[in-house]
C-alpha cells in the first residue's frame, strides 16, 4: 500500500538554527498538505502544495513539492521555541496519507 | 463560528465493554474523517465519510470498529468489546475546500 515516510522522526535543535523535514512517498501524489501539532494538542493545517516544483513561503517556514510530485520538504529558518510540535505531510492519492511526523524540540 | 467538536475528550472503558466517539464538523462541512494516533506515532486513516455514506474504511479494522454519519448528528466512531490495543487519541477532522479542520481528539484508555 501507500506509504509516506518522514525523515528525521526527531530533531533538536538550538534556539536561532534552521530546521528542516522531509516527506517522501512511495508513489505521485495529486497535492501534499502540512500540518503541525503541538504536544498534547491536535494537527492544525498550515498549507497546501499542488503543483509540481511549487515552493511558497510563510513567514520562516518555507515548503516545497518535489518536481516528480513524490516528495516534499518543510524548511524553518531561524528557530524559536513557539515553532515546538510534531510536523506532519499528508500526500492525497485515493485518501489522505499523513506522514510518521517530525518531533522538533527547540532548546532556548 | 465554532470548530470541529469532539466528545467526550476522555474516555475510559474496561476491557470488552463498548466506546462510543463523536464528531460534530464544522458548520456547511460534509467531510468527515476519523485517524487513530497512538503515543509517539503519526495518524492512522480510519475512515472517510460524507452524509449516510461511507466513502473509504479502508482503514478500519474489519472487526469491532465501526463508523457512521447520519443525516442528523455527529458522526460517531464505534468500538466494541474494547482491548487494552485500543488505548489511543481518535481525531475526528472535517473538510470543506481542501484542508482538514481537526478536532480536539478522544483520548481512549482501556483498562
Known amino acids: 500500500g501507500q506509504q509516506v515516510m518522514q525523515i528525521p522522526q526527531y530533531q533538536h535543535v538550538q534556539e536561532g538554527e534552521d530546521f528542516t523535514t522531509y516527506c517522501n512517498s512511495s508513489?505521485?501524489?495529486?497535492?501534499i498538505q502540512w500540518y503541525k501539532q503541538r504536544p498534547g494538542g491536535h494537527p492544525v493545517f498550515l498549507i497546501q502544495?499542488?503543483?509540481?516544483?511549487e515552493v511558497k513561503k510563510q513567514k520562516r517556514l518555507t515548503f516545497q513539492f518535489g518536481e516528480a510530485k513524490k516528495n516534499s520538504s518543510l524548511h524553518i529558518t531561524a528557530t524559536q521555541t513557539t515553532d515546538v510540535g510534531t510536523y506532519f505531510c499528508?500526500?492525497?492519492?485515493?485518501?489522505?496519507?499523513f506522514g510518521t511526523g517530525t518531533s522538533l524540540t527547540v532548546i532556548p | 463560528n465554532a470548530g470541529v467538536m469532539q466528545n467526550p475528550r476522555h474516555l475510559v472503558r474496561r476491557r470488552g465493554q463498548e466506546a462510543r466517539l463523536r464528531c460534530s464538523p464544522m458548520?456547511?462541512?460534509?467531510?468527515v474523517y476519523w485517524y487513530r494516533q497512538l503515543p509517539e506515532e503519526g495518524l492512522k486513516f480510519m475512515v472517510y465519510?460524507?452524509?449516510?455514506?461511507?466513502?473509504?474504511e479502508s482503514g478500519m479494522p474489519k472487526e469491532r470498529f465501526s463508523a457512521e454519519f447520519p443525516k442528523e448528528g455527529p458522526s460517531i466512531l464505534r468500538i466494541q468489546q474494547v482491548v487494552r490495543g485500543d488505548s489511543a487519541a481518535y481525531f475526528c477532522?472535517?473538510?470543506?475546500?481542501?484542508?482538514?479542520?481537526f478536532g480536539p481528539g478522544t483520548r481512549l484508555t482501556v483498562t
Open positions: 458548520k456547511g462541512h460534509s467531510h
Open positions: 499528508a500526500g492525497f492519492g485515493n485518501q489522505f496519507y
Open positions: 465519510l460524507q452524509k449516510e455514506n461511507i466513502i473509504d
Open positions: 502544495l499542488v503543483k509540481s516544483g
Open positions: 477532522a472535517s473538510s470543506g475546500a481542501y484542508e482538514q479542520y
Open positions: 508513489t505521485t501524489l495529486s497535492n
